[in-house]
């Protein structure tokens, strides 16, 4: 089977809304359905991110609507997501099996 795209087939793989709405899912371990500091910075930690913490840190201000410093998964998981995006992760060997399982 072919697959055709229109990138530089060179070009690494950005991840998707939908392959990090998945990631920041399976991220909640304690299954509270939300994201804490440590959950979401696990998460960055996995995408490659230097400075996971601080992406922690970040992403949680820019999706935390209620200010209790989590990210709720069925409210506040779109900003979390619109926030890495815009950083520009790329499908690394590590995530590959957790975004296509
Ligand atoms: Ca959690
Ligand atoms: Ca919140």
């Known amino acids: 089977m ?15 809304e939908e392959q990090l709405k998945k990631i920041f ?14 959950e979401v910075r696990k ?4 995408l490659g991110s230097c400075i996971p913490g601080v992406r922690a840190h970040l992403g949680i201000w820019h ?3 209620n200010g209790d410093g989590k990210v709720d ?15 520009g992760f790329t499908i690394t060997n590590k995530i590959a099996k957790q975004v296509t399982a």
């Open 63 to 65: 999706a935390d609507a």
């Open 43 to 46: 998460v960055f930690d996995n």
């Open 73 to 87: 998964l069925n409210t506040e998981l779109d900003d979390l997501v619109n926030y890495a995006r815009g950083l």
């Open 2 to 16: 072919r697959f055709h795209f229109t990138v530089n087939k060179d070009a690494p793989l950005v991840l998707t």
């Open 25 to 38: 899912k399976q991220a909640d371990v304690n299954n509270d359905n939300c994201l804490s500091w440590d």
